[in-house]
């Protein structure tokens, strides 16, 4: 009998990954049998994107696990009707994308490289050197695949990097802090600040006007998390006060970004349509098929989602 996978992740993905999926079954010896619409009592795993085909899990009696595609997974671990185990996607090609999008901001903002390539007027600023990156203190909110990633990317090039996470964490070469009590001594005199948490109950409007003012003023504020996790108003407030000199945003409350949020007109916000990382097809496919196999194995499921915590 097949191992029957439904993809649920939509039929924009489909193109994408009905040959890298099926390619990954192959290599993994899985004799699997996919589609997009199958009989919910046959489906034994379900790949899923938000946005996608399945909203009542209910049907799915025999479905042994829930692949998500993407990282975060607050669009879908609320639903009362997934009783089902959730796996969030972990996926190198991502992690790499997330690792390329923060050094590349983190470097712009440290560099002042916008002076230069904004303001070419003529003027040969010469005194305008920027301090090396071992006395631009960075800290990184959230220390799980992305944060950590992230961090010791930055503090292989010298940045002095504090990472925060919800448990105490060892992360080698950044100095590391955990829990709420710990939040406002991580921010403390952080000249570049990079959110990397899931959104939650506890991290839903987390940075806000209190938080923000322990952050060095003049600083930088790079968030490819998720949207709700600052305070949009305390941000604008920072942003017009000068305590944030500039906010590189990927996330929104509502995305697409509304053509008439200020954000977009801010003359210190720069928007990104949520494409710090994307899940890359051929390196998903193959953790989507190892969790199928170890499911199969009877072996315990790759990044698997904690319910009571969200995510
Ligand atoms: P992980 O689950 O691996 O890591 C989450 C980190 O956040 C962990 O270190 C965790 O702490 C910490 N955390 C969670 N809740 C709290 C809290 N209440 N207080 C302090 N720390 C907390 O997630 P990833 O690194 O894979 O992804 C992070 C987020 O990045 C995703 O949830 C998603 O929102 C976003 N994302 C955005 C993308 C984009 O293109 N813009 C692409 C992919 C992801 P602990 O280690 O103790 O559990
Ligand atoms: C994700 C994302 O969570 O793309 O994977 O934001």
Not at 17 to 25: D, G, I, M, S, T
Not at 66 to 73: H, K, S
Not at 195 to 221: C, H, Q
């Amino acid at each position: 009998m097949p191992i029957n996978v439904q993809f649920a992740a939509g039929p924009k993905l489909w193109p994408d990954y009905e040959a890298p999926l099926r390619a990954a079954f192959a290599e993994m010896g899985l004799n699997a049998a996919m589609a997009e619409e199958m009989a919910p009592e046959t489906v034994d795993y379900i790949v899923f994107a938000p946005g996608g085909t399945i909203t009542d899990f209910s049907p799915y009696t025999r479905c042994k696990a829930v692949l998500n595609l993407w990282a975060g997974v607050e669009r879908i671990v609320t639903n009362p009707t997934l009783t089902q185990p959730l796996c969030r996607m972990v996926d190198p090609a991502l992690t790499e994308g997330m690792v390329e999008y923060v050094t590349g901001h983190v470097l712009r903002h440290h560099l002042g490289l916008d002076r230069h390539i904004l303001h070419q007027d003529g003027v040969w600023r010469h005194h305008l050197i920027p301090p090396i990156a071992r006395e631009r203190p960075v800290t990184i909110l959230g220390l799980g695949a992305l944060g950590a990633a992230c961090g010791q990317a930055l503090a292989a090039l010298n940045f002095p990097v504090t990472g925060w996470s919800r448990t105490p964490k060892e992360v080698a070469g950044l100095r590391c802090l955990s829990g709420m009590d710990r939040l406002e001594a991580a921010l403390e005199g952080a000249q570049i600040v990079v959110l990397l948490l899931p959104l939650t109950a506890e991290t839903t409007d987390l940075l806000n006007a209190r938080r923000i003012a322990r952050m060095a003023r003049g600083s930088f504020v790079i968030n490819p998390g998720r949207g709700p996790l600052i305070d949009d108003g305390a941000l604008i407030e920072a942003l017009d006060a000068g305590q944030i000199a500039h906010a590189t945003l990927d996330v929104f409350r509502t995305e697409p970004l509304p053509p008439d949020h200020p954000f977009w007109a801010h003359p210190h916000v720069t928007v990104t349509p949520h494409i710090a990382a994307d899940t890359r097809a051929a390196s998903a496919a193959r953790v989507v098929a190892e969790n199928i196999r170890r499911g199969e194995a009877g072996e315990p499921f790759l990044h698997l989602v904690d319910r009571a915590r969200g995510y």
